[in-house]
């Protein structure tokens, strides 16, 4: 485990190094350009614009209602929350000048800049974020991260049906103070304010209409870039901000997004100077990037964590035997060293490395080896599981792994389809589909296994605990167990750090004594960047930055 540590976090220090550039101030000003304008006047010299690629087509940009990293890398480079991570991954003020907290931590009283804008021109308001919050905690609004919100004192009882928003304790004190009471001390709240649930919405836009965020044409932000343009499944583009109050420091005009799941495809872009940063990269091309010391790849650091989820309403998928078989028959080492090769850890529980404890201490070591490769006990388990249910081996040739779309998750399935079929002697099917339709039919509960992955939210060993509620709206393995809520439930209300984080130790042993779901290994989030790109950074709970990135041919 030492050595793994060690491993991470020399990755996470060469991440640092690779990715923090400096960044020259630029001679243009801010570019507020019709997005109709055609390219080649977009990129007429002097005009600098960074071109990317989002791999998949983002469900919604309106931060209430995203929920992916499809929509999350937009979304954070539009908008902007009380906090945000500045160029050095800390947390510093964003929209909020400044902020107090009562002697009991309950009470946060946020005083916000006197410079901030919509990129409409409006002024950002204390209400507009006392409305973006109960918006998003609105049940009617069926937001998926409405969670994120219950740690608001009458947050959980509104969205829930069980109480009011007028209980709900966020308050616009007057057009530049917002007070809101949290419902127990939360150590990582000012955290979740740079989250993009948290992000504030222009009140007088979405009462206006409430498609502002399905066109470009409608949709007002407040963060260094505005949303200019976009071609549904097939491009974003996002121009400078002249608003943002921060405009002097952005050195980019804009960023280009092009939406194109093929990884093949992208790098082909990339090598044939298509694209400035490039990420995800195939893993081929990553494992010789990384044999020749390529110094364009990246190897960004990341809280996160590699998953299947097993559809515990399936049968025999709701046999915790079968779902421990499945889990230790596959061989992890041999999946992040032959396969992945950028540098991943196999996995030894749901959290990933990177969190700190109650103590300061690596939280991961705190829990220890939860996950074996043990193929003859996973045979053993396999068959009297198979026993119980009154099935066969050959039944499992009707089910199959659903992934979305990418040449790195369908090396993955292909790998632990053959790890099965070779220890439990089953014949289980692969089925891809677009990453938003897997999204989907994961809500729904039709799949039968289904690759998924969760990037931390804040830095907290929670982001992970609280994925597995009965009630998390994230809970795709319809997992229910009352004993494990009731630890996540008293982690998240007391006060006591010690009593805290060996609640979610014991949460965190419980699920996988359960398995309802399958760990594979812990991110690291490769990426290519042309060697004239600077500027950049990685915040392990963010896909990179590129607010303060600069072009330099």
Not at 338 to 351: F, L, M, R
Request: glycine share 6%; net charge negative.
């Amino acid at each position: 485990m030492k050595k793994k540590l060690s491993l991470l976090l020399s990755i996470l220090l060469i991440a640092a190094i690779l990715v923090t550039g400096c960044s020259k101030s630029p001679d243009d000003p801010a570019i507020t350009q019709d997005p109709d304008t055609p390219d080649t006047e977009e990129t007429s010299s002097g005009t600098k614009i960074l071109r990317t690629n989002n791999g998949s087509e983002p469900g919604s940009l309106d931060p209430a209602l995203a929920q992916g990293t499809h929509e999350s890398w937009v979304l954070d480079h539009t908008f902007e929350g009380l906090m945000k991570l500045d160029k050095n991954a800390k947390l510093v003020e964003g929209m909020a000048k400044e902020y107090k907290v009562s002697d009991d931590s309950l009470t946060y009283t946020f005083t916000l800049r006197d410079d901030i804008k919509w990129s409409n021109g409006d002024p950002v308001t204390a209400e507009d974020f006392e409305f973006s919050w109960k918006r998003a905690l609105d049940p009617e609004l069926a937001s998926d991260y409405a969670h994120q919100l219950y740690y608001i004192k009458g947050g959980e009882a509104y969205n829930t049906g069980e109480g009011s928003v007028d209980d709900v304790a966020v308050k616009a004190l007057d057009e530049k103070t917002l007070e809101v009471t949290l419902e127990a001390p939360t150590a990582y709240f000012l955290e979740l304010t740079a989250f993009y649930t948290l992000y504030p919405v222009n009140k007088k836009v979405v009462e206006a209409n409430p498609d502002w965020a399905k066109d470009a044409k409608t949709h007002v932000s407040n963060g260094p870039f505005t949303l200019t343009e976009w071609e549904h499944d097939a491009s974003i583009k996002i121009r400078k901000n002249s608003n943002y109050y921060d405009a002097a420091s952005v050195k980019l005009d804009g960023v280009d997004f092009t939406i194109i799941d093929d990884e093949n495809t992208t790098w082909q872009g990339y090598e044939g100077g298509e694209y400035d940063l490039l990420l995800p990269l195939p893993q081929a091309v990553v494992a010789q990037m990384k044999a020749n010391d390529n110094p364009e790849l990246v190897i960004g650091g990341e809280v996160a964590t590699y998953y299947y989820n097993l559809n515990s309403k399936v049968k025999p998928f709701n046999n915790p035997k079968i779902r421990k078989a499945l889990s230790m028959t596959i061989d992890r080492q041999t999946i992040v060293d032959k396969i992945t090769q950028g540098g991943q850890i196999a996995a030894e529980g749901v959290v990933s490395f990177g969190m700190k404890d109650e103590n300061g201490k690596e939280y991961r070591d705190g829990v220890g080896q939860l996950i074996t490769y043990n193929v003859e006990e996973g045979k053993k388990l396999f068959e009297e599981g198979l026993k119980e249910e009154g099935m066969t081996a050959a039944d499992f040739s009707n089910f199959s792994i659903l992934y979305n779309t990418s040449e790195a998750h369908k090396k993955i399935a292909q790998a632990v389809q053959e790890m099965w079929r070779t220890n439990l002697g089953i014949e289980i099917q692969l089925e891809n589909v677009d990453f938003q339709v897997k999204l989907d039919r994961e809500k729904a509960g039709d799949y039968h296994i289904s690759r998924a992955g969760w990037i931390g939210d804040y830095m907290d060993p929670m982001t992970f605990v609280e994925l597995w509620l009965s009630s998390s709206s994230f809970n795709d393995a319809k997992y229910n167990n009352p004993e494990y809520d009731k630890l996540v439930l008293t982690a998240r209300s007391t006060a006591d750090q010690k009593v805290r984080f060996d609640a979610m130790r014991e949460a965190e042993k419980m699920v996988m004594e359960d398995m309802p779901i399958i760990p594979l290994y812990f991110y690291t989030q490769p990426f290519a960047q042309k060697p004239y790109v600077t500027g950049v950074y990685k915040p392990l709970v963010n896909y990179p930055k590129l607010t303060y990135a600069d072009i330099n041919k």
